[in-house]
């Protein structure tokens, strides 16, 4: 299980979210010929384990306020880490720059690929590779190696039982170009269990069922860049009445993510002006999957019913 804390956080779930984040920076733009050039958040993953305590302290700061407390002056970093200024030069040093503006130029570099537009996509093309296989083609299977290769069993497993749990409700949500992966996973779920609802019109018809959420319900919210504010609105308010959220989103991670019980961050990044969902398609195949097993008695039973009452 990955849970995404505000500040503090444990050292094992800080592990368990140094990895998470560092498919959050990986866009078109940081490609170079085939190869990606790493993120800060993987450097951090690389190092992590030759770190004394200020740049852990240092590191866990950055990665909870990923990239903005960075972007901020070295005294401004050093006072929301509570470690001395020479402290974060070090943790820079040791990250590879030579000085810490050559850092923030890196974290600025991520920033703008985090909000790059379908439009800027389109101005700028990635390359072809020139291999007798699609680009796209290419790409999409290696998001799907690279979201998997980041999702351990036991998260998956956790997932699974939490959505598999008959004592709550389970809602699923999406925007603009997600809401189908809700609407479609949703449609299976509601077929092996009851109570689950598919969210879908005008926000207001959104909020008006937070009044039927609580602390036993789950929310499903598919939410990828450029994140829709709606969404995070929605989050904020189910997150404060205690229902338990699983994130599906891209690797820049969606400003849910501090709401969210679960994080799937998933590679998104495609040589196109759009981004692709296929990687999160399939984990949500996946979920569906393990659900049906864990509920295979009482889901071969409503299924039986349901195709009864045809």
């Known amino acids: 299980m990955l849970r995404i804390l505000p500040h503090c956080v444990p050292m094992d779930d800080f592990i368990q979210f140094v990895r998470l984040c560092q498919m959050r920076s990986r866009g078109p733009s940081q490609w170079v010929g085939e190869k990606m050039i790493s993120s800060i958040a993987e450097l951090i993953a690389d190092r992590l384990g030759t770190m004394p305590a200020g740049e852990r302290r240092a590191a866990q ?27 974060i030069l070090r943790f820079v040093a040791r990250l590879g720059f030579q000085n810490y503006p050559e850092f923030q130029s890196s974290l600025q570099d991520e920033l703008a690929a985090q909000l790059q537009s379908p439009a800027i996509r389109t101005l700028n093309p990635p390359l072809p590779s020139g291999g007798t296989v699609s680009p796209m083609l290419e790409a999409t299977l290696d998001n799907m190696r690279e979201t998997f290769r980041h999702l351990s069993d036991k998260q998956l497993a956790d997932i699974a039982a939490r959505l598999a ?22 449609a299976h ?31 499903v919210i598919f939410d990828i860049r450029r994140y829709q504010d709606s969404l995070v609105r929605f989050a ?75």
């Open 61 to 87: 700061t950055l990665i909870a306020s990923y990239p903005m407390i960075g972007l901020k002056t070295v005294a401004e970093f050093s006072a929301a880490a509570g470690v001395s200024s020479p402290t």
């Open 189 to 219: 779920l509601a077929v092996i269990q009851p109570d689950v609802f598919h969210l879908a019109g005008q926000e207001s018809m959104w909020r008006d069922r937070l009044i039927d959420m609580g602390k036993r319900d789950v929310l």
């Open 165 to 186: 749990d008959r004592r709550g409700k389970t809602f699923l949500i999406g925007g603009r170009f997600t809401d189908p992966l809700a609407r479609y996973m949703a």
């Open 236 to 310: 904020e308010k189910a997150h404060q009445r205690g229902v338990q959220i699983v994130l599906f989103t891209d690797q820049w991670l969606s400003p849910i993510a501090r709401f969210a019980r679960h994080v799937i961050a998933g590679r998104t990044a495609v040589p196109s002006a759009w981004d692709s969902s296929a990687a999160l398609f399939v984990v949500a195949e996946t979920l569906i999957g393990a659900v049906t097993r864990q509920l295979e008695a009482d889901g071969a039973r409503r299924i039986r019913e349901m195709e009864g009452l045809r």
